[in-house]
């Protein structure tokens, strides 16, 4: 299989999450048959839902990956792992130490009941759009259409760029 480009979302705020932001991506680097090509500045964003939560640190990386979808999803899965991400249904919008969410692969629409791409709710979270912006530009997003948009119509949400 050809290498597509794979846009990752990343997000944490357990912990020392600037340390795991930056860990993750990393790891993402070390993807059998993928390739880190960039990755976006830190973000810090308000959590989402009504959970009382420490705010998000996320961030967007971008691959060029051989790996079938599914087989790089297994891979993330094993990096949220290494961070003892706990993944409880009853709590949707909760706290975790790692979330690495498939964001983009190439221009496919893929819905199954293991993933959904692009992203199921990226349209509604500006700390997707805004560092996916700043790592790719303005392009077409599939089924949604551009990436400003997106921006310009996405929910209000506080989201600073963090200087370090």
Known sequence: M?????????????G?????????????????????VNHSSLYQSEPLGDVCQDDYVNAVAALES??????LLLELLAIEKTYHRQRDPALRWGPRTLDL?????????INDSDLTIPHREMHNRLFV???????????????????????DNAPELKINLINL
Not at 2 to 14: D, F, H, R, T
Not at 66 to 71: D, I, R
């Open 66 to 71: 051989s790996l079938q979808p599914g087989a």
């Open 101 to 109: 969410d498939i964001i983009l692969y190439g221009n496919q629409l």
């Open 129 to 151: 759009l805004k560092p996916l912006f700043e790592i790719s530009g303005e392009m077409s997003i599939p089924g949604l259409g551009s990436l400003r948009s997106l921006i």
């Open 16 to 36: 020392d999450p600037v340390s795991t932001v930056r860990g993750a991506i990393e790891l993402l680097a070390k993807i059998s048959k993928s390739k880190l």
């Open 2 to 14: 050809p290498a597509e480009k794979v846009y990752v979302g990343i997000g944490s705020n357990l």
